[in-house]
């Protein structure tokens, strides 16, 4: 069962060969023999799951079920759950039972999803491998010496390892396409303000972005379809119509104009990862597509700007944690200043603290216009690139990220070596519009990903392009030998 895509999956569900109490338990035993291994659960939720299954299954029975309805998935345990612990990977939110359910919870949940648990995480979104999460490391499917990569590191561990037929994450500079590619699985970063971003705990507010991980891009379409929508609990969520992102799937990529950056094929790119791409695009030429090259000429200044905005946003959202209202408190503080202090310095992680201070620092007088309002103003730079270059073709393409997984703790000592990682999926954050890596090969036996950027709300121009790849390829479909 576990071996079957979600829309296969759905199928069977729909026929009656199969209910989602099978497939429920199915993966439950799966998660039982493997997450101790992997760490990519922080919480499974066995009752509650197995209750929604058996209601999933008679709402199958009496027709009313949907595409979705009995599908079990994992959340990130940064969209609160009600009721559920929500931790967001972090110490300050250990114990935090969420009193109400995200956008994202509750909209999937209408769907007629089945909620597993939630997948480890960095704390707070913060992180390009998963080692920064309070509840441990995650270990890749792949090799288990390696990281997921991160934020939505258990997210895309679950789906390379089938512990759920999907899983949700966030993206705030690469978080949910960079993990994707590191772990052989689909995931897509909609547009900003595609999906609510209401009680998805905030990171980066003009950054953050929820999105499904699946194994392909039908699967990943399904599940953007129940997320998307307007959502007036969110200033910042967009009230456009929501195409059919299932429908367009099968349409013809013949004569589509692919934009391949110079500057994502320089220093920096591990040559096996660069071969796999190239070849990937090859695929997309022999099915019609034309590849045309362009060029972001900003996008060197992208990983600086990205942590002076990302860190300031930071800083300023997370303000909230001070042991007061809510999150862990400090014991027996002899005064309001110790427990402000001690609170955030025992909740807070390593690289929580670092990127707070950072930011504080860029926000501060004097240097906010020489940190803060610059890298604004190179971010608009970069929005301005994109802009030019989708003037000549219909998307722009390259390597998800230029190098394949690394070990863990090779790059724990040197924060910006880890940031590096990012730094082919950052620009599509700094431009608000949306990306998404799918499988492309393998170098020296780990992923590849092949990342495709398209104009805002231009989503289904993304999942029919990977779609049709994942056609005239198998890549989505390998499977680590570990997880059989």
Known sequence: MHDKTLAQQAALLASGELTSVELVDH?????????????????????????????????????????????????????????????????????????????????????????????????????????????????????????????????????????????????????????????GVTGIKPTYGRV??????????????????????????????????????????????????????????????????????????????????????????????????????????????YYVIAPAEASSNLSRFDGVRFGHRAENPQDLEDLYKRSRGEGFGAEVKRRILIGAYALSAGYYDAYYLKAQQVRQLVSNDFTEAFKEVDVIAGPTTPTTAFERGAKTSDPVSMYLNDLFTVSANLSGLPGISAPCGFSEGLPVGLQMVAPANQEARLLNIAHQYQNATNWHLQSPAAID
């Open 27 to 183: 993966y439950l035993a799966r998660i039982d023999r493997l997450n101790s291994d992997l760490n990519a659960y922080i919480l499974v939720n066995e009752e509650a799951a197995r209750n929604a299954a058996k209601a999933a299954d008679e709402q199958i029975k009496n027709g009313e079920g949907g595409a979705l309805t009995g599908i079990p998935i994992a959340h990130k345990d940064i969209f609160c759950t009600k009721g559920v612990r929500t931790t967001c990977g972090s110490r300050m939110l250990e114990n935090f039972i969420a009193p109400y359910n995200a956008t994202v919870v509750d909209k999937l949940t209408a769907a007629g999803v089945v909620s597993l648990g939630k997948a480890n995480m960095d704390e707070f979104a913060m992180g390009s491998s998963n080692e920064n999460s309070y509840f441990g490391s995650v270990a890749n499917p792949w090799q288990h010496d390696r990281v997921p990569g991160g934020s939505s590191g258990g997210s895309a561990a679950i789906v390379a390892a089938q512990l759920a037929s999907a899983a949700t994450g966030t993206d705030t500079g690469g978080s949910i396409r960079q993990p994707a590619a590191f772990c």
């Open 196 to 305: 609510s971003r209401y009680g998805m705990i905030a990171f980066a507010s003009s950054l953050d972005q929820g999105g499904p991980l699946a194994r392909t891009a039908e699967d990943c379409a399904l599940l953007l379809q129940a997320m998307s929508g307007h959502d007036p609990r969110d200033s910042t969520s967009s009230d456009l119509e929501v195409p059919d992102f299932v429908a367009s799937l099968n349409d013809d990529i013949k004569g589509l104009r692919i934009g391949v950056p110079e500057e994502y094929f320089g220093e920096g790119l591990e040559s096996g990862v660069g071969d796999a791409v190239k070849e990937a695009l090859t695929e997309l030429e022999r099915a019609g597509a034309v590849l045309k090259s362009v060029s972001l000429p900003n996008q060197g200044l992208c990983i600086p700007a």
